[in-house]
Structures are given as C-alpha cells and as structure tokens.
C-alpha cells in the first residue's frame, strides 16, 4: 500500500502517522509545499508577539524525526500541481529547482489547507501588506515588528484579535480594522464586547465597520491603508487577516467535488467523490454536528480528527467523522471568549428555533481571593431544552465552562440535565452551584415557565410597548445607572409596595445580573401581576448598550 | 403551607430559598444551631491560613437579609431536640436560656449535617484538640495558630489536607498524620502521590499508616499525640480530621429509616419515609449514580441540588434526585487533585468490571509558556466502552479535564466518544488533541486490541513473569534512570534492531508517558511479536514505585 499526503501540518501529519501506526508495511509519502512538516501555526502571534521566545520551539517535528520514528517520506519545499486520477499519480514540482516528476498513489490525502485571502485592492501588492500562513510569514512578520512603531490589522477575527494583542505586547501602536460591526464574528456581539474593551484597554484603536479599500506606498517604506469612510491609516506595515479560503486548486482541476463555499466535498470517512481519493482539514466542507448542514470550519482540532479518520478508512478500518461543532476560543489581553455550537445569530440564519438565557457568574467562590466575574450565554431547544451552542466571554474559567458545555452539545443534553450536572468544587476552582448549573436553573426555570425573561435588546429596541420597567436593586445601585425610565424598587421592600405597581401592564424587573430580578419575578408574579425577569441584568444590558455604540449607523440593529 | 427546616447551611438554605420562590405565601422557618445561617464552611481552611482575610467573606447571608429578600424566619442559637411526627411539631429549645416551644409543621425538611467525628481516645476532650465544622471552631482555630510552632493534624481526607497547606501558610511546623496507606482515600494510592509529594515540599511531615492512640496534655498548655506506632508527637493544638458521621439522632428518635452507614434513607425525591418529612444534604444516605448503590457524600453541591429537589417535592413539584457521583477536588498546595465517578478501587470493591488507562499531557501547548503537567487516569467498561470514573492530579487545567469528564460520566459517554470530543484549543488553553481526546485515543485504541497495555503495577509485583521489558526512549534517558532489567533501543532504530528480541517472549515496551511506547507496540506487533505498552510509561512506573514506598510494609500491595 502506498499512501502519498499532500501536505503535512496538523491533518496530513495526523494522517501520516496514523497510517504508520496502522500498517508497517506501507509507503507513506508527505508532499509539502512549505519548509517545515507539522509547524505550531496557532502559535504563530505569539511568537511574534514574544511570549514565545524562541523561532523553534513552533518547529512541533523536523522531517528528519518522522523519517526515523515513522519512516516517513517527507518532501519539503515541493509541490503537488496536478492529479491524474487515471493514472493515480501527482505531478510533484521541486521548489529548489523547478524539476518536475510523477509520484504514483494507492490512496491520495488531500491536506492542502486553506490560504488567508488577500482580496484584489488597488495596492495589496505592497511588500509591506503580509498574511500570516506560515513559518516563512512569521518571520517576516517578527522581522517587520522590530522598531515598527505603527501597524494596521485588517479584519478582527482570530487571528487578527491575536495579532493585535501581539502587537501591542511589542510595543507598536496597532489599529483594528473590522467591515462588521462586531469583532469575532461567529459569536454573537453582545458576547464579545468585553473582548473589544479589554482591546482597546490595552492600546488597540478600533474600528468597526471599517473598510479597507486601496493601500499605498509611502516615502518612508510604510503604507497607507485608505478606508471607504475616507480615512488614512498611516502604518509602518499591515497584516490583512480576513479570513481564509480552501486551497482547492488541485482538487478542483482534477475534477473532484467542491462545496458552495469552495471546500473540498467529502463524506463521512472523509472520501472525496473519487474512491482512492480522501481530503481533511481546512480545505474540505464539512458538516455541522448539531444542524447537519455544510460547513467550513478552519481549527486544529477537526483537522487533527479528521487526518486519523482518512487513514482509518484509506486502511479499510471503519472510521466516521461525526461533524464539527465549532468549539473555538480565543484571547484578547486578558479576555477570554469562547463558544460551542450554533449562536444565536446562526439559529436565526438558518431558522432553527432557540431560546437563550445569560448568567454573569464568578469562576470560583467569591469569598476567596482572585474570583473572576464571566458572563455565559446559552442557545437552546425551546420545545425539548437541547442544548444548542454556548459562548463565554471573560477571565479565567471562560474555557472550563464551553468545555464542559462542548461536552453536554455533545452527548446530546439539556438543560435540565445541566441543572443536576456534578462538577468539581472547592472555593479555589468553582462553587457549590457552578457556573454551568446556573446556566441550567435559569433556562429550565423559563421552560417551566417559573420566571418568563425579557431580553434587552428588545428593550433597547422598544419593542416591550408600555411595559413597566421595574429595578429591584438597591436605591445606590439605581442612582449609579439604570435603565431610562425605570422605577426603583428594591427587591426586599417590593412585597410592602404592590400598591405601586400596575396590574394591567406588563412588568419587565431586573437587577444586576439577574437573581433578584428572577427572585422578583416570582414574587411578582405570585401575586398576580404579569412580570417577566430582564435575562442578564443590568448588566446584559449595558453590554447591549456598549455594542450598539459600536456599531456604525449605517447597520440596523439585530434586534429579534 | 408551613415548612419547617432543621439546619440552616448549604442544603437547608437551598431548600428555604426555593421554597419562597416557589410559594410566596408559605410560612418557612429555619431552625439553626450555630450562630450563622449559609455561611461559607468550605472557605474556612483559607481563613484559618489567611489567604482568606475577613471572617465577614465567610459570612454568605445574614439572618436579616434571609427576612428581608425572602421573608424566612431564621432562628439562630435554637436546637430541634425531637419530632412528634403524629402532632407534627418539632420541640425547639433557644440555646442562649433553655427555654423550649414546640414549632408545628405541614412539612419538615432535616438538614442537620453531619459532625465531625471525635474517637474515644484517651485525652480526646483536652481543649487543644480541635475538629472543624462551623465558624465558632474556625475562630477557635484561627486564634490557635497565631504565636504556634507545631500542630498535628490526624486525618489526610480533603479537610486535613487544607488545614495542612493552610498551616504550613501560617508558619506552623504541621505533622499529618494518615491511618492509611495514602492521603486522599477517594482516590486511587498512585493518583495522589503528587499531591503528598507537593505537602512535603511545602514542609508539611506526613506520616502514612500512623494512627493516633491517646492525646496528653503538656506543661506549657500543649498537647502530646501518643501513635500506635510508640512514636509521640508534641504539638500546640491538634486538629482531628478523621471524617464525619451523619447528624441522625433527631430522624433515629423519631423512628425514621436509617442506613447501614448512619445516613437518614430517603427516596429520589429526598423524602424519609414518613410522607412530611424531608431530609438532604451531609445527613443523608443517597445513591451513587454510577453503581446505584447507596451512598453517603458529605460535599456541597449535592447537598444544595438535594435542597432545591426537597423544597420541589414539598410544593407538589416532581423533582427527583439522581445520585451523586462523587465529583471532588482538593488543593494541595499547589497540587490539584480531582476526580469523579469510580475509582480503581471502588470497581474492585464493588466487583465492577473494569479497564483502566492513564496519560500525562500538559496543560495546552507545549510551546505556549507556563504549561503545567497533570496525570489523568480513566476507569472504563471493558465490554462496551462506557466511562465509569476519571481521577486527575498536577497543575492547572485538571480541573478543567476532570469537570469535563463529569459529563462525560453524567451522559453515559463512551471512549469513543471521547475520542472525538470538540474542546477549546489555543495554545494558551489547551491542545489541539485535548488531553481528553487522548484518553479516549488510549482507551478506545485498547478495546479495540490495537495496543494492549500492561500496568507498572504488575511490573512492580513480578506478575509479567519472564516478560522482556523494552525501554524504547533514547540512551540519555535510560541511562538516568529506568525499570530494572530492562533493554533499551531508541524507539527511531528499533526497526533496524528487531534481531535483538525475542519472538517467544511478551514484550513490554516503555518510554516516558506512553506516546512511544504505543508506536513500538504498533511497531512490534505488526512485525510478529507479542508487544504491550507501559500504560503511562516509567512515570507512572516512578509513581508506583513512590506509592509503595509510602505504604507501611504491614499492608498488602493492591496489586490486580
């Protein structure tokens, strides 16, 4: 059996030493393109940034180590450019020299990855314009931040989030340019607002709804990045990180399946429309584990699982791919955020019916020392309380929580099992009703119909009508801000003034982050009067506040 | 409606909570012993050292704020003295003059805890022989430890281990002393090596298989601690550890079920068996979720689910408990050790069938900085796969893992499952193969027979017979230390040097943690041989070892 590998970063590597733990015998052949076989590509900001001090440690294999634990054969700095599927062979192109030959496959891995789009602006030439791919990018980007003092990231989605927190950490004064009104995208934006504060806490200027349209040289070397409002960055350099596309080339010339989105078609063992011919990673279309639908979803983790998969099967083990449910996480100075399964926006653009609840819990016990606040949004079925998706956003424990939530998407919970779920405690690393528990009792309470919620966006939005918006926090928390028009009072004399309040309209109550305000809903409605509980609090709802002021007004709101 | 509570911390607290929010009209009292109703028993270790600094954190509610948000009648300083379960009251008496009063009842919910428990040793009533349940002895030990130099702790379970890091905190020269043969008796001997390890380092003297025979008071005030062992240990206070014991005299008088261990019997619905009453939390015997069998669990977010369930049931609401499975986590100065479901042990004594792996990745990425090592240990269902416990213990991020195996366990998940887990992964956070995608890749690789493990156990005990043991890490590795009698080849040459072992012997190859010891397995198996890999490779063959060297030769090796 002869397996040849087109490259062989995180799935052809996985692919590769899959292969070699299933069958001795086989040849196995890894093409790369690249310098470097299996390099650390997510650690890449980091290491311009200098929190990874050394170039090396991103190397994660030499080839010369696969060929000695694996027996690989790595061919580095080559080039597949076309597939005969006939013939079954890959024309491969030396780099070095430009000599070319055929290389014959029994099975071909595809794991060509994806390259960040450089879209066709007047200038984008620039030497000084860079994406960050590769190791060869990283160096040039490491390079080009020594005794930089000013840089332009396009596009705030991980990596540039990354980069920008890595620029800033070098000391460059780094601008933010995103087209969205919201950095991170797959969350949903009141999600991810504090990440754009701690940004911009940290130096960052940014800019929603911001478009680059042309880039021009300036006398210094620099460049200028012309926005479509008119404006001119002046940088020293830019790093254009909007996203990526499925190198789909090959596959494509060859004739084999694309998706709509230009990912590579596969099935469930990861085999594209030719039997002999399998693809992974970042260049195939996948399926969404929770909807089923098509998706393209560019992390390690799936690549790494689907290059085992694709050696399984092209050894005739049985070996499916289960989907992708588009865990992801990131940093921004500080700020943590997090996700798992569909958004909210996501249910919305595909018309999958959700409810959703917020809880602005402490990582751990709030009597000892260090406790970090968090807020976590949970999607979920409205009919049968499966959990849909979940993000988090803030300091530490934000990634214990999606994980433990990635975990219940998984095994297919709801939110009545989240309720009983039993998670570690001690007051240094939880509490006796975690975060995960809270987010349970609040959105089973409200498929029960114990405390129906509000959400403030809707407020925001003033679609509530004439409701009465009622705080039921203390008369200091009230007088340091609230929500216009709201009348004040606190929840531990509510039961002496009912009079005060109206039976004919509805009463939207809220407090900080929503426990009071669930505890007066309750009451309230005990009582006979049509309260409903404001999800999140007043805290929610500043954040809501917070991205609508990001937002450019040309945007209209997403209000539901 | 009238619901009486017995006991006002963690379960009772829950449990008078959700019944306001439930029934704004009922009349709850909750009758309370100690001084303070829901203060925060699981914080007091970190007041007693000081990381901790107020008393007042420790403080969650204040009977006044119990009357103003829900209208509870807390009454402090009284003690229920017994139940008339025909007139359906409870005889109260006020600690603060004797007086007494009967309380009448609709329905009654016990939560009385569970006490710590005093042995009748000689000298056990000397007054610097602490135990700690509620602040009062939180503040007699807080005061105790400023100005000592030596403090004996007996008992290594999660409180004598807290106060023994909290007192080494303090500057106090702290003796642990352990009946058994390892600290932490939840978990597997070699699992919580680290974590005693990680006491001693920090200063703590731990004495394994030592056990306490008299207590004699000394001229300065002091007290000596008198071990089986002939040793005497002097000490200026001593704090008892050993473990609780069910508060079921108030349920035994009045005639309620209670079992074999001494925890008051309830169903799934947290009821006794008399139809009004009630009981939850440290008192109560339960049942373990995985096994079904009857359990009793002293640990705070049990009792605090059992609350609320209790409350539910009281108003009609269908809730029903569903065992606990034994999630806990403990600091050991600077140690995490956490686990949930069955341990190793806990399978043999049930007779529980059984397989077991073990792996130690890191944190996140090797590459990022501040990577801390843990080892994870996972106990599964032979036939089909499903996970029946995990244990952790290292660094940070065990936590992390142990949480998200909780739901693993909680689902019903299997190895495979675990396999294609979707976890967060940048390299600040985790890997792009969680340290959970390796477990199940472990387990899941050994069910399907792609590489049998063997268990350093056996190693340690001669079971192997005339196994050839297989060292595959390189020379300098070896050289510094490996499993007696064994041959090393570098795992990169072993192909070239399969004429050097033997076709009709089993060998057992090891490297550092397992990764290389299962390619050569591969390796070796596929060229002919009968190979099986060191699960956890020589460091957890190190680990055995150092676990046998701290139990006390008078005890049997646990050997399979």
Redesign the interface.
Known sequence: MKVVIIGAV?GGASAAARA??????AEIVLIERGADPSF?N??MP?YIGG??ESRE??I?TSAG?LH????LDVRVRQEALRIDRQAKTVRVRRLENGAEYDESYDKLILSPGAAPIRPELPGIDHPKVYTLRNLDDADLLHAATMGAKRAVIVGGG?IGV?MAENLVRRGVETTLIERNDQILTPWDAEMVAPAAAALRSAGVTLKLGAEAEAFEPQDDGGVTVALKSGEQLSADFVVMCIGVRPENALAKAAGLAIGERGGIRVDETMRTDDPDIYAVGDAVETFD?VTGKPTQIP???????QGRIAADNCFGRESRY?G????????ACGV?A?M?GLSEKACRRLGVAFEKVYVHPASN?G???GAEGMTLKLVFDPENGRVLGAQGVGGKGV??R???L???L????TVY?L????????????S???PV?MLGFVAAGLLRG?HPVEHAHRLLDCELGDSFVLDVRSPGEHAAGAVPGATNIN??EL?ERLGELPKDRRIVAYCKVGM?G??AT??LR??GFDAVNLSGGFTKYERFVAARAEATPKMAPSGR
Chains 1, 2 share one sequence.
Do not use: W
């Open positions: 995180a070699r733990r299933l069958d001795e015998s650390a997510c650690g980091y929190e990874i440690k991103l994660v180590m000695d634990r694996y027996r991980f990354e584990s992390l390690a983790g799936p690549a790494n699982r289960r992708t449910q588009g865990t992801a996480i990131v940093g943590t997090a798992t016990a009597y000892y020392p990634d214990k999606i994980d433990v990635a975990m219940a998984q095994a297919g919970m099992d309720e009983e779920s039993e998670l570690c405690y001690a007051p240094q690393y939880g006796a009703k975690d528990n114990d929840i531990d039961r009071r669930y505890l309750r009451l005990q009582h």
